[in-house]
């Protein structure tokens, strides 16, 4: 990312000035805008109002006859919301679990279960592993992070290309045992809505390992997420990791939380028939399965998966708009100055920019005090650090349309002038030099 | 348990033979009752019918202003609720966590964590303890066993009393820092339907314990589940420990699953700060917290504590005269012929039986030739090996009144057919020795 166009000084210090006196005319006006969260809006969720009433009185059997109200049942969950779910997921209805309200708390079931008693394909449990370690492509998503974090499982950061984690890096760390993972957001990714080209999936799913219990958590969170008209067609890696003769490498996670309702939606778990067995097993010893009840709300209110995606395009209707103005105030402010690049995602929830290095933290401040609340700096980076501290996280959804516009100008105002700063005492650091 | 009314044999010949006429009679009969299972039968559910359709339409926001639909909010569940419990378990709202659907869950999580990270008070994970070990009480619930043999810890099963587990036994084991732990079903007990008296709860916080971070893993499953008007007066074990000078030492669990419905009700952990701030730093990194518009759910069909305590007079009126059944039913086949003792519980979802010794499995195989499906024998102990083979659980809530009554007949009278059968081979086992 070239810096070339603000570095002359005397342009510099007068742009600085007048940046400057924006910024104070901004802190002025004591705005409060926030654009930190990647969680879907009122008006989103009030796409899903008819689940607060649902399934309504009397009905809590599903199709085989089971009462969802009840313990017992088929612990895989509800069988027709898997049915519905199979061909998003592009899987049989056998290899998808249907599960409690968080996938990510489905991920960390798998993980605990891993370190505690190993997956098929181990030898031994991971907590015997001496220094696990997960491959993570950075920018990513920092719940992954902090869960690896929390049970002592080093994070191995890789970077991210438009096609997905730079596979060489990845093929070199995976070959190392104590490698055990990969954390992936394979559609759309989290932050930097990239999703992964089929010759990157077939060589995650083809890869020699190290290990032979290693496995890709496939975070397919924004599987159905689409700002264009056509969405992206995903891959089947399940059926790739399959034919490359590794079928139980990849643990997949699915999530209805930002197609209905984030804190009330359903997770699903889907994988080979041995994982899922795998997964079923454990599961089974930990409680009384997921709640079938809100399972069988989910399948009255989305009907099938055309329905699902019928969904997904109000969603869309309110999404696209949010994520252009973001786009459009970037590029007003910063189009040309060399000082940023950022993320034009096809889907998802997040903007993700690349600010000169050294000046994220400034503009996520600065944008702060301009009354714009951003992602903290760096938490897009394992443990927060963020080693060019360039990363900028931006999550348009939450926030109404008309605060998405002011922040948009407001971030771009905010990196550029931490840009100016920084330049400037450079530039003055390479006069006392010279 | 004396079983010398039928040790006459000739007596006993004429009483077996007219015993397998009566049990060969019933096979005709081809019946098919179910009371193995502790779950609630269609009336009970049927009374929380409304839930099916609440909160309804708009209504999800929080006495706070928090969304319940959305990510976010507070990560310990809805205040409302939580204050709802509070006087149902005796603790400030601030030391209770409303979760997911499933106390067992939070059980299984604080073990896991436990396990993985340690608890207050830990010097180091407890997998990292050779051989560690959980105290059971014995006849117990088997969730509760088969959730430590998952992990490796070893179950050390005590006698029960009516007053609770035998103490000196507890108290003995407990010395051991190998021992990390105990199951508690303090009030109305599974199976055993004591509830602990005070005494037994002031020595188990009390006790000396080898392993500085000992947990009483305390299910209070049934602690507003009377049978009778007036119901037992719970101990505050939370207070008793911090009187002890063990402030940290009970993880306390309960949960609606039995109170609203049996797969979509909250769970509950209620403990110390110092507990309640490490479940939540925990917790935190496991997921995006629970399903927080089923807990607004709950406090729109509860209202409040009374509300909680109306409903549950409701579901007694439904499983006492079930309870009711089996004892008659017990008492007209079995009373006077010293071969079955029987609990005669005040509360709670089951009724235990100590049957002849070495008749248990016989007693439950014939039960199931004569149309009666029974919980296995020996699953209320460890592994499922009930030493003596004399436990037999009894679950009357989920059949109908009429198949109750005429399914505890014929428990009567296979546990009589059994224990005659053996008596009689004794009885000719005698005869060659002699």
């Known amino acids: 990312m070239a810096a070339s166009t603000v570095t002359d000084p005397v342009l510099l210090r007068s742009r600085l000035d007048s940046l400057r006196a924006e910024h104070a005319a901004l802190k002025q006006r004591g705005l409060q805008l926030n654009i930190a969260r990647g969680k879907p809006s009122e008006e989103q969720l009030a796409l899903s109002d008819a689940i607060l009433s649902l399934p309504g009185p009397g009905d809590w059997k599903t199709e085989a006859g089971e009462d969802v109200r009840n313990y017992g049942g088929d612990p895989q969950g509800v069988p027709e919301l898997r049915a519905l779910m199979s061909p998003i997921l592009d899987l049989p209805a056998s290899q998808i679990v249907a599960g409690g309200n968080s996938s990510l708390a489905m991920m960390h079931d798998c993980l605990v279960w891993a370190l505690l008693k190993g997956v098929p394909g181990s030898t031994e449990p991971w907590s015997r592993v001496e220094k696990p370690a ?217 903007i993700s920019i690349e600010a000169l290095p050294g000046t994220a933290r400034r503009a996520v401040e600065l944008a702060q005090e301009a009354g714009v609340t951003l992602t903290v700096a760096g938490s897009t980076w394992p443990h927060g650090k963020d080693p060019q501290d360039s990363n900028i996280r931006i999550a348009p959804s939450y926030a109404p349309l008309a605060d998405v516009k002011a922040a948009a100008d407001i971030i771009g105002l905010s990196i550029l002038l931490a840009a100016a700063e920084t330049l400037l005492t450079n530039n003055a650091r390479n006069k006392v030099a010279e």
């Not at 890096?169 to 930097?192: F, M, Q, S």
């Not at 077939?202 to 290990?211: C, F, I, Q």
């Not at 690049?341 to 096809?346: E, M």
């Open 134 to 350: 997960f491959i993570c492509p950075a920018p990513g998503y920092e719940k992954h992070h902090t869960m690896c974090v929390e049970y002592g499982i080093e994070l191995l950061p890789v970077a991210v290309t438009p096609t997905g984690p730079d596979m060489d890096a990845v093929e070199a760390l995976a070959a190392d045992p104590r490698v055990k993972g990969i954390w992936c957001v394979p559609t759309y990714a989290n932050p930097t809505g990239e999703t992964y080209s089929d010759e990157t999936a077939r060589r995650l799913a083809a890869m020699k390992t190290g290990a032979p219990d290693f496995r890709l958590f496939w975070d397919d969170a924004y599987l159905v997420h689409h700002l264009s008209g056509n969405g992206v067609t995903r891959t089947n890696i399940v059926a790739l990791c399959a034919a490359a003769g590794h079928p139980d490498r990849a643990f997949v996670f699915a999530s209805t939380s930002k197609i209905t309702l984030a804190s009330a939606g359903v997770g699903f778990f889907a994988s080979s028939p041995a994982n899922v067995a795998w997964y079923l097993a454990r599961d089974g010893k930990r409680g009384v399965g997921p709640d079938k009840l809100n399972q069988l709300r989910h399948v009255r209110f989305l009907k099938d998966a055309d329905g699902l995606r019928d969904h997904m395009e109000k969603q869309r209707a309110l999404l696209a708009p949010k994520f252009a103005a973001v786009l459009d105030g970037l590029s007003r402010r910063l189009a040309g100055t060399g000082v940023a690049s950022w993320s034009n995602p096809l889907g998802g929830y997040f």
